[in-house]
């Protein structure tokens, strides 16, 4: 007798996953800007592959840095109060109308 079950279908094959990201991608995944991380890696803070001229970061370098840098909620202070701008004096003019005190 044929077999009467119906055929499975193939699960779409998914790429695998970058061995290393771009700068654009760290910078997405660490949510901070381009400058920021090129001064890290200018400084040695932020572990980095060079490929010729070009930058290449490990995804378990990214977590490993995160997982050092961080700290939790209640250590991080809160910001210095912005102080107030005074305003500034406008001219009033004088009893001369040719000159401004």
């Known amino acids: 007798m044929a077999d009467t079950q119906p055929a ?3 699960e779409p094959a ?3 996953a970058p061995l290393l990201w771009t700068m ?3 910078c997405t ?3 901070c800007r381009r400058s920021w991380l090129y001064d ?3 400084a040695g803070r932020f572990p980095v592959v060079r490929l010729g001229r070009q930058l290449r970061f490990r995804p378990a370098d ?3 840095y995160l997982e050092t840098h961080s700290r939790p909620a ?3 202070a809160p910001p210095p109060p912005v102080p107030r701008r005074r305003r500034r004096r406008t001219a009033v003019p004088s009893s001369r109308p040719d000159r401004w005190t």
């Open 8 to 10: 499975k279908q193939a």
């Open 14 to 16: 998914q790429p695998p």
């Open 24 to 26: 654009e991608q760290a």
């Open 29 to 31: 995944a660490l949510a």
């Open 40 to 42: 890290q890696v200018e």
């Open 62 to 64: 990214l977590a490993g």
């Open 74 to 76: 209640k250590d991080i």
